[in-house]
C-alpha cells in the first residue's frame, strides 16, 4: 500500500474519532456529567445567563429574599413591579435614601438581571436579632431563594444566633446564599504572644500597621472565651464584662507616636469580642496593637479590619458570619479578567475544620439599573442566588441541599483539584448547572 493511500486512510479515520468524540461529549454536557472549563466558566457567565433567558429560563415562579443592612430601593433596583412584600425590622426603613441603599439596591439589581422573571421579598435590618427576624418571616412566607449580602464581624465559631436562623431557614426549604466576606487581606489570627508589659508581639514586633484610604478605621479583635473568661465570668458577679484584651489605635507623627483610640466591648452579653471604630485623616500613618493579661495561658486570637489592609495578615479562616454557616451556600468573589480568586475574598476554614467557601463567581459586576460598579463577595453572592433561582426554576422539586449539590458538580474547578478553602467547587457555571438540574429526579 503506497504512502498517498495510508496518508488517505489515516485522515478518514481521524475525523470519524473526531465527529464520535464531539457527540460523545455532547452527550455528557446534557447529563451534566461534565465540568466546564475554569476559562470558559468565568469568561462566559454573561453570555451564558442570556443563552437560558432565551431558551424560557429566567426564574419563573420563584421567589427570591434580599435581607440587607441598607435596605433595597425598589424603583431604582428595578423590581418594584415584582416586589410581593416589603418589612423593615428594626428603625430604619426598607426604602432609604437613595445613596444609604445602593448596597441592597445593587443586589436586588444583580439578583434580578439574572433571574429577570422571579419575584422579591425585600427586608431590611439593624442589628442581629432584626435579621434572624427578617430570616424567620421569609421563611414564614415560603421564600425560594434567600440572599444576605451581609459580613458580621464577631467571632461566632458557627453557632451565632444568625447562623442557627440560617440553619433552621435551609431545614425549612428555603436555600440561603451568602457572601464569604471581604477580609481576605484584613485578618489574622494566631496565638497571644505578650511582652513584658502585656503587648502582644506579631512576627515583626508590636504593631501591626494599615494601609488603606479610608477615612474610618474600623477594627475587630475576638479569643476563645474558655482560655480567657471575662472578669465577670471570674468572680461570678453580674457586673458589666471587662474584656481580658483591647486594640490600641495610634497615628505616627513627628512628635513620636499618638494614641488615637481604644477599642470598646462589642456587646454587654458578648465577653469576647471588642471592636474600635474612629474617623482618621486617611494621609497619615496608623498602626494597632494588642494589649491582654501578661500571665494568660494560651488564647486564640483573632483580628480583623472591614476597612484596611493589615500588615500581618492570614488569610486563612477569614471567613465571617454568615459566611461560616454550614447549610449556607457560602460564595467567594472570582476575578474575571485575571481569571483568579480576589485578594480580598474571605477563605476558610471554619471554626469546626469545614473548607467554608461553596462557589465563587464574578465580581465586580454591573447591576443595571445601578449606575456604579457592584463589587466583592456581596456582588458575587446576589449573581450566584440568581443561577440559584433559575436551577430551582428549571427543576422547581430540588432541596436546598440539591440546589448546592448542583452548582458545586458543575462549577468550573480552579486553584488545587477538588474543593479547596479559597475557590470551593470553582467557578459558578450558570448553563451547566441548570442543565443538571433538569435531568435530575428528586
Do not use: C, K
Amino acid at each position: 500500500m503506497d504512502r498517498e493511500r495510508l496518508r488517505l486512510i489515516a485522515a478518514a479515520v481521524l475525523a470519524v474519532l473526531l465527529v464520535l468524540g464531539g457527540l460523545l461529549g455532547t452527550s455528557a454536557w446534557g447529563l451534566g456529567a461534565d465540568r466546564p472549563a475554569p476559562s470558559e466558566a468565568s469568561r462566559s457567565e454573561s453570555t451564558a445567563v442570556d443563552e437560558l433567558h432565551e431558551r424560557g429560563v429566567t426564574g419563573s415562579n420563584v421567589t427570591v429574599g434580599v435581607v440587607s443592612a441598607t435596605g433595597v430601593d425598589p424603583s431604582a433596583a428595578g423590581v418594584d413591579d415584582r416586589v410581593v412584600a416589603a418589612r423593615a425590622f428594626g428603625t430604619e426603613g426598607v426604602v432609604p435614601a437613595s445613596e444609604s441603599a445602593r448596597h441592597g439596591t445593587a443586589t436586588a439589581a444583580t439578583v434580578a438581571d439574572v433571574a429577570p422573571d422571579a419575584e422579591f421579598y425585600l427586608a431590611s435590618f439593624d442589628a442581629a436579632t432584626d435579621f434572624t427576624a427578617a430570616l424567620r418571616w421569609m421563611r414564614r412566607s415560603n421564600v425560594d431563594v434567600i440572599v444576605a449580602p451581609v459580613s458580621l464581624y464577631a467571632r461566632t465559631d458557627g453557632d451565632a444566633d444568625v447562623n442557627r436562623a440560617i440553619e433552621r431557614t435551609v431545614a425549612a426549604g428555603s436555600i440561603v446564599v451568602v457572601p464569604a466576606g471581604n477580609v481576605g487581606l484584613s485578618h489574622w489570627r494566631g496565638e497571644f504572644a505578650p511582652n513584658r508589659t502585656g503587648t502582644h508581639r506579631f512576627a515583626g514586633g508590636p504593631r501591626t500597621y494599615l494601609r488603606g484610604e479610608d477615612s474610618r478605621v474600623s477594627v475587630w479583635l475576638s479569643w476563645n472565651r474558655s482560655a480567657a473568661p471575662t472578669r465577670a465570668e471570674q468572680t461570678g458577679d453580674g457586673e458589666s464584662p471587662s474584656p481580658p484584651f483591647s486594640v490600641e489605635l495610634y497615628r505616627e507623627t513627628e512628635r513620636g507616636n499618638r494614641l488615637v483610640g481604644r477599642s470598646v466591648p462589642y456587646h454587654p452579653s458578648d465577653g469576647r469580642t471588642v471592636r474600635l471604630s474612629r474617623r482618621v485623616d486617611p494621609t497619615g500613618t496608623y498602626f494597632v496593637t494588642i494589649r491582654g493579661p501578661r500571665d494568660a495561658g494560651p488564647v486564640a486570637l483573632r483580628l480583623l479590619s472591614p476597612t484596611h489592609t493589615l500588615q500581618y495578615r492570614d488569610r486563612a479562616g477569614s471567613l465571617v458570619a454568615p459566611g461560616d454557616a454550614q447549610r449556607a451556600i457560602t460564595v467567594g468573589a472570582w476575578d474575571p479578567r485575571r481569571e483568579r480568586v480576589h485578594r480580598y475574598s474571605g477563605a476558610g476554614p471554619t471554626a469546626d475544620g469545614r473548607t467554608g467557601v461553596d462557589v465563587v463567581a464574578p465580581s465586580p459586576r454591573e447591576a443595571p439599573p445601578v449606575a456604579a460598579e457592584f463589587d466583592g463577595t456581596s456582588a458575587a453572592s446576589a449573581y450566584v442566588a440568581g443561577v440559584a433561582a433559575l436551577v430551582r426554576s428549571a427543576n422547581p422539586d430540588l432541596t436546598p441541599r440539591q440546589v448546592n449539590a448542583v452548582l458545586a458538580a458543575t462549577a468550573g474547578d480552579v486553584g488545587p483539584a477538588g474543593r479547596d478553602p479559597v475557590s470551593g467547587y470553582g467557578v459558578v457555571a450558570p448553563n451547566a448547572a441548570v442543565g443538571r438540574a433538569r435531568n435530575l429526579s428528586t
